[in-house]
């Protein structure tokens, strides 16, 4: 019963680096989606996708690329690594099913990335 | 713009006293509301969540919230909390799929 999976747990960049942070789901969740999380600033959205093939930005989207070629599969790009992008990044997967309200968000256990 | 409000970034109570955290949120149709909590070095942990009917809901771990149309409010309450309780909470409405958090709110519980 794995859920949300993300991977590394850990990771340092150094400024300039590129790295692709790894989120899977295996319940078959149309909603996929990706925060970041800062002290005192609580969980921002960076991007979303509704379905394979569909993504869009959310609130902090700068620095970061998606992609959604698979319902499982939602990694996230860091194209540049900058250390303003030092932050807790976690994966969310929900489903509406076609039949109104989403239900709540399941989340990984999160991504610890220091950018140096 | 949809937005949460949690004001109190900062709680501390002792065991076994009542917990009350506040929750504000704007929002302009029938919101779906959620009580996340995280405890340190963890994910997030779905406590409890609104989507309609009755506006006094049970969560997990003795926590219950209401719900007040009137005063766009979405509380979080605990009658008696234990050490365990001790956390960072997150009110959250689900906007189209997106979840927009407050701030949080980080509990101490005093032995």
């Known amino acids: 019963n794995a859920g949300v999976t993300q991977t590394p747990k850990f990771q340092v960049l150094k400024t300039g680096q590129s790295m692709t942070l790894q989120c899977a789901q295996d319940m078959n969740h149309e909603y996929m989606s990706w925060y970041r999380q800062d002290p005192g600033m609580g969980l921002r959205l960076i991007h979303y996708s509704v379905g394979a093939g569909i993504t869009d930005q959310g609130e902090v989207p700068n620095g970061y690329n998606v992609s959604r070629s698979t319902t499982e599969d939602f990694p996230l790009r860091l194209l540049s690594a900058a250390p303003s992008q030092t932050s807790v990044y976690f994966c969310a997967s929900s489903y509406s099913g076609g039949k109104g309200p989403h239900t709540e968000a399941f989340f990984g256990q999160g991504t610890r990335l220091t950018v140096v | 713009a949809q937005s949460v409000t949690q004001p109190d970034i900062h709680i501390t109570v002792s065991e076994g006293a009542s917990l009350e955290l506040r929750c504000n949120y704007s929002y302009g149709a029938t919101p779906y509301l959620f009580w996340y909590v995280q405890s340190p070095g963890q994910g997030l942990q779905l406590l409890l969540k609104y989507f309609s009917g009755d506006t006094l809901v049970q969560g997990i771990k003795g926590f219950e919230a209401e719900f007040k149309r009137s005063q766009s409010s979405f509380n979080l309450r605990k009658p008696s909390v234990h050490w365990s309780d001790a956390a960072e909470y997150f009110c959250?409405?689900?906007?189209?799929?997106?979840?927009?958090f407050g701030q949080g709110t980080e509990l101490s519980v005093k032995p």
């Open positions: 959250a409405v689900n906007q189209g799929g997106k979840l927009i």
